[in-house]
Nanobody
Framework: QVQLVESGGGSVQAGGSLRLSCVAS????????MNWYRQAPGKERELVAG???????RYADSVKGRFTISEDNFKNTAYLQMNSLKPDDTGVYYC????????????????WGQGTQVTVSS
């Protein structure tokens, strides 16, 4: 099957930076698009950034100009560079991807990672 594994979370002070990585592994034919979501305590999960081939990238208004999503198609990996972090950026960050798997039906299936904690202190 397909697995998404995030890494790079941690604790930083406001103004600091972190770089998250998400690796998709398993019986993969192609990764169609990858996204980063986050969930703060007591809040709903929200889209932070997404990247999807020729459609480009998209960002939540709250992170525009501070976060950058990128991907390495050969490694089936997505990155989220987070700069100028704020306490409001605190939460669990989840990787999400649409993947065409070898044992699937040929259509993309959506997968989630387990999440990585990001804590920003003031």
């Amino acid at each position: 099957q397909v697995q998404l594994v995030e890494s790079g979370g941690g604790s930083v002070q406001a103004g600091g930076s972190l770089r998250l990585s998400c690796v998709a592994s398993g019986s993969i034919i192609s990764v169609v698009g990858m996204n980063w979501y986050r969930q703060a305590p007591g809040k709903e999960r929200e889209l932070v950034a997404g990247i999807r081939g020729r459609f480009g990238t998209r960002y939540a208004d709250s992170v525009k100009g501070r976060f950058t999503i990128s991907e390495d198609n050969f490694k089936n990996t997505a990155y989220l560079q987070m700069n100028s972090l704020k306490p409001d950026d605190t939460g669990v960050y989840y990787c999400n991807a649409d993947v065409v798997a070898r044992n699937g039906l040929g259509s993309p299936v959506n997968y989630w990672g387990q999440g990585t904690q990001v804590t920003v202190s003031s």
